[in-house]
């Protein structure tokens, strides 16, 4: 049911594309979530019945909110979605692969104008419009989940660089010939660290490096994740609690590098990790501080984003709408 009354102003569709699932919903200028739901993405290994099964499923909301021609457009949010092209290209986590000309294809079934970029973006211009970030010309939007996303905003603007694919801070090196990244093939990313995968990681590497007492040792391996580890922490397990200092640190190093290129107001963490609370963002605040020269020290926000997680993506992609001529 919608939350509030929709107006007679135009409203925007946000579309989040996930490699598990698919966020969608209706959303006006103020942000406000009027109709959303979610569906299968990894169930449709054709691309043609994942954009079926996605009308299918707006076209009641569509109606509900007053027809189609109450819609500005459709924002898509997507891994490894190029803003510039409206393809996805080779996305890793999706069950379509190469390069999909998905903007054209949804605009064609939808038959409203279509803009698409990546989930991090989206995120990020999310924040911009509707959050933390309200306001600010100068920020940078870190997303801590499964792995890490990021999207950079200068100057008012998004960056995207001159191929759409600018703003991959999670894969910039911090720890030189470090940790091997399944994904990519590269060592010593920030994502190996700072995600949630980074924190099992973490935190089998301690566990199998000295004979510290730990709740974590009654865990079996293959079910030990960052949430078991945030709950041995919470019940003073000094194991666990280092092993979100260190992630903390190798973050704080890494914000530093950022604050020192782009020079933002603030840093907006937003994604699972952040539910860690003080366990992971002192360490980050004490270590970004730490390795900032002198002229950036004490200038720039530690934000944890206040959009409600469920509703962030949508929200984010509904944003790229508002930027439609």
């Avoid at 490699?19 to 739901?37: A, E, M, P, Q, Y």
């Avoid at 999706?94 to 390069?99: A, N, T, Y």
């Avoid at 709740?215 to 030990?224: Q, S």
């Amino acid at each position: 049911m919608p939350r509030t009354k929709p107006s007679l102003e135009q409203l925007a569709i946000g579309i989040d594309i996930g490699g598990t699932g698919t966020k969608f919903g209706i959303v006006d200028r103020l942000g406000n979530l009027l109709f959303s739901s979610e569906m299968s993405t990894r169930k449709h290994k054709e691309v043609e019945t994942f954009i079926d099964d996605l009308h299918a499923n707006l076209v009641p909301m569509i109606e509900q909110a007053g027809g189609i021609g109450r819609m500005k457009g459709i924002g898509l949010g997507a891994p490894n979605g190029n803003y510039y092209t409206g393809t996805v290209e080779y996305a890793p986590n999706l069950p379509w692969k190469g390069i999909l000309p998905l903007a054209k294809m949804v605009e064609e079934k939808f038959k409203l104008p279509v803009v698409l970029t990546n989930d991090a973006n989206a995120a990020a211009l999310g924040e911009m419009m509707y959050g933390a970030a309200q306001g600010m010309k100068d920020f940078i939007m870190i997303t801590l989940g499964t792995g890490v996303g990021s999207g950079i905003v200068a100057n008012g603007k998004l960056i995207y660089g001159h191929d759409g694919f600018a703003g991959e801070l999670g894969h910039t090196i911090i720890i030189p010939d470090g940790r091997m990244h399944d994904g990519t093939g590269k060592k010593g990313s920030l994502e190996s660290y700072a995600s949630a995968t980074g924190v099992r990681l973490t935190a089998l590497e301690l566990l199998e490096k000295n004979d510290t007492p730990s709740l974590l040792r009654n865990v079996n391996k293959d079910e030990l994740d960052s949430k078991k580890v945030y709950d041995a922490a919470m019940e003073g397990d000094e194991l666990a609690k280092e092993i979100f200092e260190y992630t903390g640190k190798i973050l704080g190093m890494a914000l530093a590098n950022f604050v020192m290129f782009s020079s933002p107001e603030a840093i907006v963490l937003f994604g699972g990790l952040t539910k860690a609370g003080d366990l992971i963002l002192k360490p980050t605040r004490e270590h970004m501080e730490a390795n900032l020269i002198q002229v950036f020290q004490n200038k720039v926000k530690i934000l944890v984003s206040h959009l409600k997680e469920s509703d962030a993506a949508i929200l984010g992609a509904s944003a790229l709408v508002w930027e439609l001529k």
